[in-house]
């Protein structure tokens, strides 16, 4: 039982490139999210699913677009990379909706955009 | 609007020493829930408690406990003879119960020290 993982682990992008962060869970949750997480400013959400084939806007959901084709996965893409995105990627899923149930976060991603 | 503010941004304590985590919330909901997680050197978020609005009793596990006061929208996190292991950032994060994220805040980083 690997729990949520999260890949690649690190990442470099140049501006204007594009790439797509894994994120996968084996615990059959439903809901998924997406958090970026910059210093000084704990985590903040970026996107979330409430159940495969669904995706919704959080907070901060400019310059990211999700698809969640599979109920295990979730994808979070950056078409074109600016050094603002530079951050710590954070996947989490859950039972049930929202906080009401615990959520499990993945190892997080680390991304720089030069 | 919810908010969850954690004024102390830095603690440094020696081993053995208590320490106590401040965190203060803003919410209209009646009915919310508050967490606990902690974020170790190694970058991975782990949760630590989980309380809902209704439920006031103060909790204890090992050197860990939790004092939840609705009279001033605090959930403060003591530890009892801190530990070098101890040493990471904790969040304290915010949901009402309709809603699908975590609001954390900006997270206070405990160094204890031999």
């Known amino acids: 039982n690997a729990g949520v993982t999260q890949t690649p682990k690190f990442r470099v992008l140049k501006t204007g490139q594009s790439m797509t962060l894994l994120c996968a869970q084996d615990?059959?949750?439903?809901?998924m999210y997406w958090y970026r997480q910059d210093p000084g400013m704990g985590l903040r959400l970026i996107h979330y699913s409430v159940g495969e084939g669904t995706t919704a806007k959080g907070e901060v959901p400019d310059g990211y677009n999700v698809s969640r084709l599979k109920k295990q996965n979730f994808l979070l893409g950056l078409e074109s990379a600016a050094p603002s995105q530079t951050s710590v990627y954070f996947c989490a899923s859950s039972y049930g909706q929202g906080a009401t149930y615990e959520q499990y976060f993945g190892p997080g991603t680390r991304l720089t955009v030069t | 609007a919810q908010k969850v503010t954690q004024a102390q941004t830095e603690i440094s304590v020696v081993e053995k020493e208590d320490v106590t985590l401040d965190c203060v919330y803003e919410t209209r909901d009646t009915t919310y829930y508050l967490f606990w997680y902690k974020q170790p050197p190694s970058g991975e978020l782990v949760f630590l408690i989980r309380?809902?609005?209704?439920?006031?009793q103060n909790e204890i596990s090992g050197r860990y406990s939790w004092n939840f006061q609705k009279s001033t929208s605090s959930f403060n996190f003591t530890i009892t003879a801190s530990q070098v292991v101890d040493s990471a950032v904790y969040f304290c994060a915010l949901s009402g119960a309709s809603g699908y994220a975590l609001n954390f805040g900006k997270g206070t980083s405990l160094l204890v020290t031999p």
């Open positions: 309380r809902n609005s209704f439920d006031e």
């Open positions: 615990m059959n949750h439903e809901y």
